[in-house]
């Protein structure tokens, strides 16, 4: 199984501010995904980052409010501009492992926003 | 659009007692992923069902898919306090996009 990091574990920011997360997998993967967890809810997927070509977002989420990067195999960034409360929330990154089966996720950012 | 809906949201339930968890879909798909989440920590991996008739077992736990049904069941044997958490189920939109349920609340009361 794929073992995923992510910084910040937990963050407080200022509205009108911006956060970037970093998502490291011990592996090359080809597909990345970045989730949003509002409190108590489900999960919801924000994007597919794939590297070497755009991001896809889903419904509801757009790139100038969630820029994202995959610079190579192993890492990826989401960032969350111009915060407003409503932005707090849990930020994760999933990746599928090489059987194309499994989704692994990682740890989480824990963001609120003040 | 495809819609992923899970009943129970919250069950709160005695030890030793057996109880099941159902995901309904609403549009086809071959796979389908079964979740814990204990508070403020990340998702662990439970199953993960990829045929119709799939059965898992992973101690108290154990799920099934019916594909024709889009149904799947997630059942707890003689559950222990260790069990509660939150439990999602989530289905593969064959673009390995996956679709999450509500989830599933579970407090076993010890």
């Known amino acids: 199984s794929a073992v995923i990091s992510q910084k910040p574990s937990r963050d407080i920011c200022q509205r009108g501010t911006s956060l970037t997360i970093q998502c490291q997998v011990d592996s090359q993967v080809t597909m990345m995904f970045w989730y949003r967890q509002q409190p108590g809810q489900s999960l919801t997927l924000i994007a597919t980052?794939?590297?070497?070509?755009?991001?896809?977002?889903e419904s509801g989420f757009v790139i100038d409010k969630f820029p994202i990067s995959r610079p190579n195999l192993t890492f990826s960034t989401l960032t969350v501009s111009n915060m407003s409360p409503e932005d707090s929330s849990i930020y994760l990154c999933?990746?599928?492992?090489?059987?194309?089966?499994?989704?692994?996720f990682g740890p989480g950012t824990r963001l609120t926003v003040t | 659009e495809l819609k992923v809906e899970q009943n129970p949201l919250f069950l709160s339930m005695q030890e030793g007692k057996n109880y099941t968890i159902y995901c309904n879909y609403s549009?086809?798909?071959?796979?389908l992923y079964w979740y814990r989440q204990d508070p403020g920590k990340s998702l662990e991996s439970l199953f993960v069902?990829?045929?119709?008739?799939a059965v898992k077992q992973e101690g108290r736990l154990m799920a099934s898919l019916d594909t024709k049904a889009r149904l799947s069941t997630l059942h707890i044997t003689a559950a222990v306090h260790d069990l509660s958490a939150t439990y999602f189920c989530?289905?593969?939109?064959?673009?390995?996009?996956?679709?999450f349920g509500k989830g599933t609340r579970l407090h076993i009361l010890p």
């Open positions: 980052a794939n590297q070497g070509s755009e991001a896809t977002y």
């Open positions: 069902l990829l045929s119709n008739g």
């Open positions: 549009t086809t798909s071959d796979r």
């Open positions: 999933s990746v599928e492992d090489a059987g194309g089966y499994e989704q692994y």
């Open positions: 989530a289905v593969d939109l064959r673009d390995d996009k996956i679709i």
